[in-house]
C-alpha cells in the first residue's frame, strides 16, 4: 500500500541501532568488562598472587564502577581522557613527492625511496613561557591527501581527491547539488522518496556516501555584481541607489539574514594496493598481494620501477573512473534522481581552500591527469609548487598562519585564515518519526533556515551496514525479548511491556529487511563557525535544542578529532574511526534515512538580477533582461509593495544601461515613480499629457545600425505607425470597408511622407542638433503627415467615392484630435530626449476611455522606438486593468508578451488582481508568456481567483492573505511568492532604503519627501541630498512606527556645504 506523503506517519525503528546483551552483559560493555577481567587477573594473580577471591572481588568492584561511570554511552567518559595532540598543531612545511618518481627534483629522491609516496613529519619542540619546551605536532600529519586528479576519457573530464594511507587509496569524487526544492507537489515527495529508499540499497560495501550542505553569511558575489553595475552604469544618481543596495545587503549578511548555501556531494571508491583488489574475500586478497609483490621485486631488479609506478596509477585513476565515479553518478543521477555536476579540479581545491581561509584560492600546487590517447592512457602531472597541497592550505598569507589550532581545548577548533571558532555538534538519538514524508524530506532543512541560524554546516556520512549480523542482532534481541516476557508472567509479574514492544520493534524491522530493505550507518555532524567563544557558546545551544525528539550534543572532548573526519581529505569513517569502544553513529533502514539527509533547500532561479531573499536565507535573483530577454507579472492589493519592486526592476535595466519606458494610471500628483525619475534630469521623462508631449511620428534613432538594418527596423516601425494611425482615424466607426480603404491610404501617405526630401532633411537636423535645439521643435509631427494626405499627393489614377470617404475620415478624425488636449500630448514634438534613460507615461485625467486608448498606443509607439532603437529595452505596465478593457490595448500588450522578445522587449506589468488581465481579450496571450508571476499580500477572497484561474494549490497561495504575509514595516521588507515554470518560491525582498524612501507614495509620505526636497535646490546634487535626508528620517520613523508629519519641518541651511553627493549611498 502505497503511503500518502502528507498523512501517513514515518516511524524511526530505533531497535535497529541497538545491539543484543549477550547474556546480562550489555553489549556496548563486553569489551571493556573483558578488558577489567584481564587486567584484574594480572594484577591480582599476576604480580601480586593475593588468590582468586581477591580477583573476584575487585574485577565485581571495578565492573560495577566502570559500569556506573559509563552506562549507555561508554565513549561519553573514554572521551574524557583523550587529549588534543601536542601542545598544538603547527605547520610542518611538508614537500610534495610525486607518485611517479621521475617527476621527483634529486634532492627528494636522495631523501626518499622510490616507493614512498608521503612523509611523516616529527614533532617539533618549541620554547614556551613557562621556561619548558611545547611540544607542537605536525598538522599535515592528519591528513590522507596525496594530490588532486583529473581523469580524461569518453570525451569527460572528472576530478577528485586522491588519499592515501599505507596500502590503502582512496578516490573522492565531488558533486554539486541543487538538491530537493522546499515547496514540492505531492507526487513529487513521493517519487523522492522513492528514489531515495531503493538508491541507497545499492550503496557499495566499504564506501562512504557524504552529503555536505553549509549556509555562510558571505556577500561576495552580489557585491562583485552590484560593483560592476556601479562601474558600468552612466547614470550617477541610479549608480548612488546601488551603492545603497550595497549597503543594504552587508548588512543583511552581517545580520545572518542573507546566506548562501551550498550543497555538496563527496563518494569514495577505496583500493588495497597491497591486495591489489577490492575483493573482501581473504583468499583473492592473499593471491593478488602475492602476485603484487612479486611484480614489485621483479620492476626493481629489472630497472622497470618507473614503469610500474606509472602503470599502478594508470590503472589505479582507470578503475576508479569506471567501478568509482561512473557507479556512484548513476546511482545519484539515474536512481535517486538528483541533478548533480561533477566538480572539476578548480572547484574541488576552491572547495578545500575555504575550508582553512577566506581569501581568493591560490592555483592548484599538482594536479595527476590521466588523458585517453588513440591507443593508450597518458599520465601527466602539473607541478606548480613542491610544497604540499596541505602545507599551502595552511601557510596562509602575508605573514599570517593558516594552520587550525586546538589550543588544548576539546571543545573547540580555531582556524585563524576564516578569523573564525568552530564547534561540533553530533547527533547521538534519532528522531522518533515525522508526521508525514513531506516533513521527513525538510527536517533538516527547518532546522537549519531557522532564523537564528547561520554560518553552520550539516556534513552526513552515509554507509552500508552488515545485514548479515543486522539481521542475526534483531533474532537474537526478539528472542530476548521473548524470554523476559516468558519469565515475568512465570514469576506472577503479568505482562512485560517493555519486552512486547520491543519484540514488536524487532518483528517490524526484520519484516522490512526481508521485504528489500537494507540497514544504513549514518553520521550526522554539525560544525557551527562563529567569530568570538560567547557566540558560539550560545549559536551551539541553541543549535542542539532545535531537533525536537532528537538528541543532538555539544562534542566537548574529540571536537578536533570529528572535525578532522569532516573533512573529505582523511580516510577516517565519521565518528567511528575516532570512537575506541562503542559504535557511534546512527543506523536507519532506507525508508528513514531520508529524515537526516540534508538535501532539502530552496533552488536557484536565475544567476543574476534583482534579489530576493528566501526561507533560511538563500538570496534568489530573477533576472529579466541580462541573460535572457524575459516577462514577468507582479500582483498584490494596495500597500503589498509593488511600487517598490516594479521600480527595482526598472533600476536593474537601468544600471544595466537598458532604457525603460511605461505607463502609469496615476491618480493626477504624485505618482509612484515621479520622484524616482526626476532624479535623473534630463535622463528621465515622466511625461503626464497635460504639461508635455511625446510626437507619434518621432522615428527611432537607427543611426547606430547599417543600412539594411536600418531599412529593416525602419519598416517594423512603419507598420506601427500605420496600425495607430488606422485606429486614430476609425474612432469609433466599425466599417470593415472604410477601415481597410483607410489602412491603404495611410499606407501610400507614410510611403510618400518619408519618402519626402524635406521631411528627410527635417528629421536629420532635429537629430543631429539635438531635442532642445530649434531643428527639434521643426522635427515632422502629424500635421505635415496630413499634408500628404490628399488626392494629389498619393497620385491616385482611380479615385472613387470609397478613397474620398477615406481620406476625409483620416483628415475629419485627425485634425479632431489635433484639436483636443490629446492631439497637443502626441502631435507635437517631444518635450523630453529622444533617447532617455526612462520614460513614464501617466495616463491620468483623459476626458475618456478612448483618449486613454490613444495615450496607451502613443506610449506603446515610443516603447517600439526604444526597441528599435536598442538592442534591449524594458517596458512597465502599472495598474493598467482599466486599458485592459479595450481590446485593442490588450492585443497590444499581449502582442508584447508574445514576440516582444525577438525585438529584446522585456515586459514587466503591475496589477492589484489577476482577474482584470485575465478577463481581456488577450488574457491568455499574456499569461501563458509570463515567465515570471510574482504574487503579494492578497485578500482571503482574492485567493480563490489564484486557484481558479491559475492552478496554484491552494495551500500555498492561501499564506499570501495571511498577516504574516504583510510587509515587515520594522525590517523595511515585502513578502512574495514567486512561480516560475510552476515551482513555487516564498521569499521576502528588501529594498534599498533610498530605493524605499523614492517610490514611497502614500499622501503622507508624498507630503513629508515635498517637505524635505522643497529645503533644497532643483539641482543633480540638491535632488540627490534631499532624497537622503528623507531616507534618513522616514526610514527612522517607519520602523519606530513615529507619525510622518515632523518629517521636513527642520530648516535646513549651509546646503552647498554638505557632504560629496559620493556619500550620499552610505
Not at 251 to 270: A, M, S, Y
Request: net charge positive.
Amino acid at each position: 500500500m502505497l503511503k500518502d506523503p502528507d498523512k501517513d506517519f514515518v516511524t524511526v525503528n530505533k531497535i535497529l541501532g541497538k545491539q543484543a546483551s549477550i547474556g546480562f552483559i550489555p553489549a556496548e560493555q563486553l569489551v571493556p568488562w573483558m578488558a577489567i577481567v584481564i587486567v584484574s587477573y594480572i594484577f591480582t594473580n599476576g604480580f601480586f598472587s593475593l588468590g582468586m577471591p581477591w580477583f573476584f572481588t575487585t574485577t565485581f568492584w571495578l565492573i560495577i564502577s566502570w559500569w556506573f561511570l559509563t552506562g549507555k554511552k561508554p565513549h561519553l567518559f573514554v572521551d574524557k581522557f583523550r587529549f588534543p595532540p601536542g601542545s598544538e598543531w603547527y605547520n610542518g612545511n611538508l614537500s610534495y613527492l610525486p607518485p611517479v618518481p621521475e617527476k621527483r627534483p634529486p634532492a627528494l629522491r636522495t631523501r626518499f625511496k622510490d616507493s614512498q609516496v608521503r612523509i611523516k613529519l616529527k614533532p617539533k619542540l618549541a620554547p614556551n613561557q613557562q621556561g619548558g619546551n611545547s611540544r607542537l605536532m605536525p598538522f599535515q600529519n592528519y591528513q590522507n591527501l596525496l594530490c588532486l586528479v583529473t581523469i580524461k576519457k569518453d570525451n569527460r573530464e572528472v576530478s577528485g581527491y586522491l588519499l592515501n594511507e599505507g596500502s590503502q587509496y582512496q578516490v573522492v569524487f565531488g558533486f554539486q547539488t541543487q538538491g530537493l526544492h522546499n515547496l514540492l507537489y505531492r507526487q513529487e515527495v513521493s517519487n523522492a522518496a522513492s528514489a531515495l529508499e531503493e538508491g541507497l540499497k545499492d550503496i557499495p560495501s566499504g564506501e562512504k556516501l557524504v552529503f555536505h550542505t553549509s549556509c555562510y553569511s558571505n556577500d561576495s558575489i552580489r557585491q562583485q555584481q552590484l560593483n560592476e553595475q556601479v562601474e558600468t552604469c552612466h547614470l550617477k544618481p541610479i549608480s548612488l541607489l546601488i551603492r545603497n543596495e550595497q549597503k543594504r545587503v552587508q548588512e543583511l549578511t552581517l545580520t545572518g539574514t542573507r546566506q548562501v548555501w551550498n550543497q555538496t556531494i563527496f563518494c569514495t571508491w577505496t583500493f588495497n594496493a597491497q591486495s591489489g583488489s577490492k575483493s573482501n574475500d581473504p583468499l583473492s586478497k592473499f593471491i593478488n598481494g602475492i602476485l603484487n609483490t612479486a611484480s614489485s621485486i621483479a620492476s626493481q631488479f629489472t630497472g622497470n620501477d618507473r614503469i610500474y609506478k606509472e602503470r599502478f596509477y594508470k590503472q589505479l585513476l582507470l578503475q576508479s573512473f569506471e567501478q568509482g565515479y561512473l557507479s556512484w553518478e548513476i546511482l545519484l543521477n539515474t536512481k535517486i534522481g538528483l541533478e548533480i555536476q561533477p566538480l572539476n579540479a578548480e572547484q574541488l581545491w576552491s572547495y578545500l581552500w575555504k575550508k582553512f581561509n577566506n581569501t581568493p584560492a591560490s592555483p592548484i600546487p599538482q594536479l595527476l591527469t590521466l588523458s585517453e590517447t588513440a591507443s593508450d592512457y597518458k599520465l601527466t602531472e602539473t607541478i606548480n609548487s613542491y610544497k604540499h597541497a596541505c602545507t599551502i592550505l595552511i601557510e596562509g598569507q602575508h605573514g599570517r598562519s593558516s594552520c587550525p589550532e586546538h589550543k588544548q581545548d576539546k571543545s573547540r577548533i580555531w582556524l585563524n585564515g576564516r578569523n573564525t571558532e568552530c564547534g561540533v555538534l553530533t547527533m547521538e538519538e534519532s528522531p522518533g518519526g515525522w508526521i508525514n514524508t513531506r516533513e521527513q524530506l525538510k527536517w533538516l532543512w527547518k532546522v537549519m533556515s531557522s532564523t537564528y541560524v547561520h554560518d553552520t554546516e550539516a556534513v552526513v556520512e552515509i554507509s552500508a551496514a552488515s545485514n548479515f549480523f543486522i539481521q542475526d542482532n534483531l533474532a537474537r534481541q526478539a528472542k530476548q525479548s521473548k524470554t523476559a516476557r516468558k519469565l515475568a508472567l512465570e514469576k506472577g509479574q503479568g505482562r512485560d511491556v517493555g519486552a512486547e514492544v520491543k519484540q514488536e520493534e524487532s518483528f517490524d524491522a526484520q519484516k522490512k529487511m526481508y521485504k528489500g530493505a537494507k540497514a544504513l550507518h549514518a553520521a550526522v555532524v554539525f560544525l557551527v563557525y562563529r567569530p568570538t567563544p560567547e557566540q558560539l557558546n550560545q549559536a551551539c545551544q541553541m543549535l542542539t535544542n532545535s531537533f525536537g525528539s532528537a538528541k543532538v550534543i555539544r562534542e566537548r572532548n574529540i571536537a578536533w578529532l570529528v572535525w578532522l573526519e569532516t573533512l573529505p581529505i582523511t580516510l577516517g569513517w565519521l565518528l567511528h574511526s575516532s570512537s575506541l569502544i562503542n559504535e557511534r553513529r546512527l543506523t536507519f533502514d532506507t525508508e528513514t534515512v531520508a529524515g537526516v539527509l540534508p538535501l532539502t533547500a530552496v533552488r536557484d532561479i536565475d544567476p543574476i538580477g534583482v534579489e530576493f531573499i528566501t526561507k533560511g536565507g538563500k538570496p534568489v535573483c530573477v533576472d529579466l533582461m541580462h541573460e535572457q530577454t524575459s516577462r514577468a507579472v507582479i500582483t498584490g492589493e494596495s500597500g503589498s509593495g509593488k511600487s517598490v519592486l516594479g521600480w527595482r526592476f526598472a533600476l536593474d535595466a537601468l544600471a544595466a544601461n537598458i532604457p525603460v519606458v511605461g505607463m502609469d494610471i496615476s491618480s493626477g500628483s504624485g505618482s509612484t515613480f515621479e520622484t524616482a525619475i526626476a532624479l535623473l534630469g534630463d535622463d528621465g521623462a515622466y511625461y503626464d499629457i497635460t504639461k508635455g508631449s511625446s510626437n507619434l511620428l518621432e522615428i527611432p534613432d537607427l543611426r547606430r545600425f547599417d543600412k539594411q538594418e536600418r531599412s529593416r527596423r525602419l519598416d517594423q516601425w512603419k507598420e506601427f505607425i500605420r496600425k495607430s494611425l488606422t485606429i486614430i482615424s476609425m474612432g469609433k466607426v466599425n466599417d470593415p470597408k472604410l477601415a481597410q480603404r483607410v489602412d491603404a491610404i495611410l499606407l501610400l501617405t507614410l510611403k510618400k511622407f518619408l519618402e519626402d526630401p524635406e521631411i528627410i532633411e527635417r528629421y536629420n537636423a532635429a537629430f543631429e542638433k539635438g531635442w532642445k535645439s530649434n531643428e527639434w521643435q521643426e522635427i515632422p509631427t502629424l500635421k505635415d503627415l496630413l499634408k500628404f494626405c490628399t488626392k494629389e499627393q498619393l497620385n491616385l489614377q482611380n479615385f472613387t467615392d470609397l478613397d474620398r470617404i477615406a481620406i476625409n475620415q483620416i483628415i475629419t478624425q485627425c485634425n479632431a484630435l489635433l484639436a483636443s488636449p490629446l492631439g497637443k500630448a502626441i502631435a507635437r514634438p517631444s518635450t523630453f530626449s529622444p533617447a532617455p534613460a526612462i520614460k513614464f507615461f501617466a495616463l491620468s485625467g483623459l476626458s475618456n476611455e478612448q483618449d486613454q486608448y490613444l495615450m496607451a498606443m502613443n506610449a506603446h509607439a515610443a516603447c517600439i522606438r526604444n526597441a528599435l532603437s536598442h538592442p534591449k529595452s524594458l517596458f512597465i505596465g502599472d495598474e493598467l486593468s482599466i486599458l485592459f478593457k479595450k481590446d485593442g490595448f490588450a492585443e497590444v500588450v499581449g502582442e508584447l508578451c508574445a514576440v516582444g522578445r525577438k525585438n529584446g522587449i522585456s515586459v514587466l506589468l503591475l496589477s492589484q488582481d489577476i482577474d482584470s488581465i485575465c478577463d481581456c481579450s488577450a488574457g491568455t496571450m499574456i499569461l501563458q508568456n509570463m515567465v515570471y508571476r510574482i504574487t503579494g499580500r492578497l485578500t482571503s477572497n482574492a485567493v480563490n481567483s489564484w486557484v481558479k484561474r491559475l492552478g496554484y494549490p491552494s495551500e500555498i497561495i492561501a499564506q499570501n492573505a495571511t498577516e504574516a504575509f504583510l510587509p515587515k514595516a520594522t525590517e523595511l521588507c515585502s513578502n512574495w511568492l514567486i512561480e516560475k515554470g510552476g515551482r513555487f518560491w516564498q521569499t521576502q525582498f528588501y529594498p534599498g532604503e533610498m530605493v524605499l524612501a523614492s517610490v514611497a507614495n502614500n499622501q503622507t509620505e508624498l507630503m513629508a519627501r515635498a517637505r524635505v526636497m522643497a529645503q533644497y535646490p532643483d539641482t543633480l546634487k540638491g535632488r540627490l541630498l534631499a532624497l537622503k535626508q528623507f531616507t534618513s528620517e522616514y526610514v527612522q520613523a517607519i520602523k519606530e512606527g513615529h507619525s510622518l508629519a515632523n518629517i521636513g519641518k527642520n530648516s535646513i541651511s549651509n546646503i552647498q556645504h554638505k557632504q560629496h553627493p559620493t556619500l550620499i549611498a552610505s
